[in-house]
């Protein structure tokens, strides 16, 4: 993608906050998914005349609290809100600007039960993020670095429930969706239709 000035500087600033993650699960994903996806975005934007700027940056925040903490914990949503917002703010986006870009394209990104993207900036956040799940090894490499074999069921049913929704919901346009379905189906029949016992 051709940076402007402010995609730079969310790009650079983004860069710095997971390299120097204490986490390594930051610093995975910074490596192998969060770069992916803002490409992604950016592509797909230009493909569905989305607007490409806040796409990219949003894809670049959308998961932005695995630097700091684990999904699970309290305060991970705020706090990936908070600093996306500095973020934002320091690379010159306005109130408005930072508003659509966390609260309507990046907060319903993955499209939980009513919270759904409503904006084809929002699908287009969504549908990267889902295809990357389907088109790289992120099941096979997350369950290899962060997955004991204490929990392996449980794991399962995650990539089973996941599976479907990057997939059925996730994925809002038809050509994307029948570009990872033979992706899909393979990873199905690995996590899915095979029983694995502890």
Known sequence: MNHTDRTQKVFDQVSKLYENSEREMGRWMWDNHVQWVAEKSAELAKKYNANIEKCYVSALLHDLGDVWMEREEEDFDPK??????????????TKDEKKEILEVIVEPHSCYPN???TTVEGKVLAT????????SNFFVDFCWNHTSKDN???YLEWVREKL????NVKIFFED????VIPRYEALKEVFVNKSYSN
């Open 80 to 93: 990936s809100n908070r600093e996306g917002r500095s973020v934002l703010e320091k690379a010159g986006f």
């Open 115 to 117: 919270n759904l993207p």
């Open 128 to 135: 990267a993020d889902g295809m990357y799940h389907l088109v």
């Open 152 to 154: 392996l069921q449980e």
């Open 164 to 167: 479907e929704r990057d997939l």
């Open 176 to 179: 994307e969706k029948q570009e």
